[in-house]
């Protein structure tokens, strides 16, 4: 049986080395028929067992142009084996275009963050050698104003920032380890209470659920980065300031940001002080982008559709984390104008494409900006805004 099997195999073998011979015999033929009629030599293409820059063969696409078709198909003829090579090769200079392409804008970008790093290198020198030890007399001269538009270096950010928003409601570091206590005592006790005893005017239940909610909102707070476990109230605010600070700063940051005039309007949901805003708001839009003003009261799309969760956020959900650092930058050098001017550089930067949208396209547009939006381009766009109505400027308007 065994030799059996043996002499099946080398009669299959046999056969199969011969229909290659054929079909090698056959492709010789059809080139030489090719050469024949056009007068043109076909030369094997060079082999090299070593790939140039940028070229590549696909296998899968070699094998379905070259080899004939199965013998119980009609062999191809001349014109459409022909066809076949040059959609083949056509195929193949694209994709080698498209590498060329993607390598040439891979070089590009890694350029630009060459040069960004260098940037910021020398600028953190600044930061720290001039500025810093220096505050009150450098913070408000022209050269320090036009490093900060550039974006603060990370390692700098924190203490510009607490220096920049100031402590006008001067809790200290041990105000806010008394805080921490309480809470840390309140969220124990409220875990450990199995009663449903009204307490203060509010079943434990209640409160409980609270807590879920906060623990949800938090969780849905920069979910890729997996680091936001214990922080509470407006989270995404929190979050930015807890990366870039200490934790006692990071409080007395957050405390004194939602102080301020703007914030105080918006978390309390001051309806006749946001609807002052918005008014305000108004005005540079049509002194501004005028066009897509119109476009957008032709909809009757107000601003609170699009600015309550930036301004709630501080763009910190709307945009990409590094991207609303750089706006946090500017927002702690010029005030609550800078986040009013940030809304116009958005709508600026995406005008061509809003002005060809409806109501619905355009809110879900601005609710869920774009992943690629990059740093220059928005700041390129927010530079072009004039905060500035006649002669009145955002504070006299307002």
């Known amino acids: 049986m065994n030799d059996s099997l043996s002499q099946h195999c080398r009669v299959n073998l046999i056969h199969t080395v011969q229909l290659y011979l054929q079909n090698s015999r056959k492709r010789i033929v059809l080139f030489q028929e090719y050469e024949a009629r056009t007068g043109r030599t076909c030369k094997p293409p060079p082999q090299s067992s070593r790939r140039k820059n940028f070229e590549f063969e696909p296998l899968s696409t070699t094998a379905l142009i070259l080899e004939d078709r199965p013998s119980n198909l009609p062999a191809k003829s001349v014109?459409?084996?022909l066809r076949h090579q040059q959609e083949y090769d056509e195929m193949v200079a694209e994709a080698k275009k498209r590498e060329i392409k993607e390598a040439h804008k891979r070089k590009k970008i890694m350029k630009?963050?060459?040069?960004?790093?260098?940037?910021?290198?020398?600028a953190m020198v600044i930061w720290i050698n001039e500025v810093l030890p220096n505050w009150e007399v450098m913070r408000s001269t022209r050269r320090v104003r036009e490093l900060w538009w550039q974006g603060l270096p990370p390692s700098v950010r924190g203490k510009v920032w607490r220096l920049a928003v100031g402590n006008e409601l001067n809790i200290?570091?041990?105000?806010?380890?008394?805080?921490?206590?309480?809470?840390?005592?309140?969220?124990?006790?409220?875990?450990?209470?199995?009663?449903?005893?009204?307490?203060?005017?509010?079943s434990v239940a209640d409160r409980e659920?609270?807590?879920?909610?906060?623990?949800?909102?938090?969780?849905?707070?920069?979910?890729?980065?997996?680091?936001?476990?214990?922080?509470?109230g407006m989270s995404f605010i929190a979050a930015v300031l807890i990366l870039n600070l200490e934790e006692a700063d990071a409080f007395i940051a957050f405390a004194n940001l939602l102080n301020k005039p703007c914030q105080l309007a918006f978390f309390r949901v001051d309806h006749s002080m946001m609807l002052r805003y918005f008014a305000t708001f108004e005005v540079f839009f049509e002194e501004n982008l005028s066009k897509l003003f119109l476009h957008f009261k032709s909809y009757s799309l107000t601003p609170d559709i699009y600015l309550i969760d930036w301004i709630f956020t501080l763009y910190s959900k709307s945009l990409p984390l590094d991207l609303a650092c750089r706006v946090w930058d500017v927002f702690c050098r010029d005030g609550e104008e800078?986040?009013?001017?940030?809304?116009?550089?958005?709508?600026?930067?995406?005008?061509?494409i809003l002005l060809q949208m409806d109501f619905i396209h355009?809110?879900?547009?601005l609710t869920k900006l774009p992943e690629d939006i990059t740093s220059e381009k928005l700041f390129t766009c927010i530079a072009?805004?004039?905060m500035q109505n006649s002669t009145k400027k955002w504070t006299q308007v307002e």
């Open 79 to 81: 014109e459409e084996a």
């Open 112 to 122: 630009e963050r060459f040069k960004q790093e260098e940037n910021i290198a020398s």
């Open 172 to 202: 200290t570091p041990e105000l806010y380890e008394i805080f921490l206590s309480r809470a840390k005592e309140r969220w124990k006790s409220f875990s450990e209470t199995n009663s449903e005893n009204d307490v203060e005017g509010v």
């Open 209 to 232: 659920a609270s807590l879920e909610l906060i623990k949800l909102d938090i969780s849905r707070t920069f979910p890729s980065l997996y680091i936001f476990q214990k922080v509470q």
């Open 338 to 352: 800078f986040l009013f001017r940030t809304g116009l550089g958005i709508l600026r930067l995406y005008e061509d």
């Open 362 to 365: 355009i809110a879900q547009f």
């Open 384 to 386: 072009a805004i004039q």
